[in-house]
């Protein structure tokens, strides 16, 4: 009897076999001829070799299609199974709304017209600024059109940064090593990773280095090349970091730059880069510029009206 041993790699064994291996006991029903154990991350088959290969093939499409929807469940099986090709069963899953199925299958899509915007002008334009007020979705609408480009292989890595210019906080008083004090400045980014991708496949992904978060002083010296690059929080970057930043863009790179310009923790009389970048780079083609507002405010409906009573007191002053 010949035997086929899978390794499920990046992908987490409980969530890809269903609970008390639910979807193994659905594979087996499909290939009644065949053994199936699936022990730890490995699945091991026995059989002919014929069946096996075609087990093998079906398999592989299982784990893309979980590593593309992060979901698995009777339905999907049932069409990756019975589908003559690849296209078949993601036709009747896919939808171009969709940027990213989520974690637990939460789909993950532009809600607004200016997130809907920030989408098309990333497909046109490798450099992207979006400006607006808190809460308009800039940051996670970015991480979401960088996971995308990874899922679908058009980037071979993630870079994620911000300066690091605490909003009235000093990192220097936070406890422990440098990661420790820096990952609450990251959070929002980490946030919005742990929607969109597994747990295990994440660290994983940070571990090899495909995903990268860091402030803005480790770009220095650096090409950025075949990444999907967000510069977040880029209100607080002075004229010097960013243009430092901008001017990393590597081959086959997308650049998307995120900032609040109402919301500047510099000092006095610094200039914010974020702000002469975009008179700068008003000419330049290849660079485009969406600006949000608080009709794109996705969080609490009372955020929307502290926008509005904040932009009503700047105006009078």
């Known amino acids: 009897m010949n035997e086929l041993i899978i390794e499920l790699s990046e992908i987490s064994p409980r969530d890809f076999?269903?609970?008390?291996?639910a979807n193994i006991e659905l594979?087996?029903?499909y290939f009644p001829k065949l053994k199936l154990v699936a022990r730890g991350n490995q699945v091991k088959v026995y059989g002919d070799e014929e069946l096996l290969e075609e087990f093998d093939k079906r398999f592989t499409m299982l784990m893309d299609h979980f590593g593309k929807y992060n979901k698995l469940d009777e339905n999907s099986i049932e069409r990756v199974l019975t589908s003559e090709k690849k296209e078949d069963y993601e036709t009747s899953t896919a939808s171009d709304e969709i940027l990213v199925h989520g974690v637990?299958?939460?789909?993950?899509?532009?809600?607004?017209p200016n997130q809907r915007r920030m989408v098309e002008a990333v497909k046109k334009n490798d450099m992207v600024f979006a400006v607006g007020p808190a809460g308009t979705g800039k940051t996670y609408t970015a991480v979401a059109l960088?996971?995308?480009a990874l899922k679908e292989k058009q980037v071979k890595r993630i870079i994620l940064t911000r300066p690091a210019v605490e909003a009235g906080e000093n990192l220097g008083f936070l406890p422990g090593d440098l990661k420790e004090k820096l990952d609450p400045y990251m959070?929002?980014?980490?946030?919005?990773?742990?929607?969109?991708?597994?747990?295990?496949k994440l660290e994983s992904f940070i571990e090899k280095g495909v995903i990268q978060i860091a402030p803005m002083a480790f770009m220095r010296g650096r090409t950025l090349d075949n990444a999907f690059v967000i510069l977040d929080e880029a209100q607080n970057t002075t004229h010097a970091q960013m243009k430092m930043f901008l001017t990393r863009m590597?081959?086959?790179?997308?650049?998307?730059?995120?900032?609040?310009?109402g919301q500047i923790d510099l000092p006095r009389r610094?200039?914010?880069?974020?702000?002469?970048?975009l008179l700068v780079l008003k000419p330049v083609k290849g660079v485009e510029v969406i600006y949000l507002d608080d009709k794109d405010v996705i969080r609490h409906?009372?955020?929307?009206r502290i926008i509005s009573a904040y932009n009503s007191i700047e105006n009078i002053d």
């Open 146 to 148: 960088a996971v995308k």
């Open 17 to 21: 076999f269903g609970q008390q291996n």
């Open 250 to 261: 590597g081959k086959s790179a997308k650049f998307m730059i995120t900032g609040d310009p």
């Open 301 to 304: 409906r009372l955020v929307k």
């Open 270 to 277: 610094v200039i914010s880069g974020l702000k002469e970048a």
């Open 27 to 29: 594979l087996k029903k």
């Open 187 to 200: 959070q929002p980014l980490y946030d919005g990773l742990r929607d969109m991708i597994p747990h295990e």
């Open 104 to 112: 637990s299958g939460k789909l993950i899509k532009a809600q607004t």
